[in-house]
């Protein structure tokens, strides 16, 4: 089984900082691109930002210059470095990856379980 295991969130005053990481385990054979969302009370789930396996990043406007994604290939985890937040960035955030597990020909999108990130004014 595949599974992806997020970590980081919490609570945190506006303007401070947390880093997220998300570990997918499991029978891997390889992981494509991955990614962060978050989702707020009573909105969409909204995309943050897209790693490559080959370190191509992009980011939604609302995060641009204030959250850094990073992966580590050899441990198969990506990280969402979080600076400056604000009260709008509270959320369940969510680590998504295109995995093909191992033995098997196509990718799947595959979701954690959510890590609530809650700042306060």
Do not use: H
Request: proline residues 2%; aromatic residues 10%; charged residues 15%.
């Amino acid at each position: 089984q595949v599974q992806l295991v997020e970590s980081g969130g919490g609570l945190v005053q506006a303007g401070g900082s947390l880093r997220l990481s998300c570990a997918a385990s499991g029978r891997l054979g390889s992981i494509n691109a991955m990614a962060w969302y978050r989702q707020a009370p009573g909105k969409q789930r909204e995309l943050v930002a897209t790693i490559t396996s080959g370190g191509i990043t992009d980011y939604a406007d609302f995060v641009k210059g204030r959250f850094t994604i990073s992966r580590v290939n050899a441990k198969n985890t990506v990280y969402l470095q979080m600076n400056s937040l604000n009260p709008e960035d509270t959320a369940v955030y969510y680590c998504n990856a295109e995995i093909r597990p191992a033995g098997i020909l196509i990718y799947s999108d595959y979701w954690g379980q959510g890590t609530q990130v809650t700042v306060s004014s």
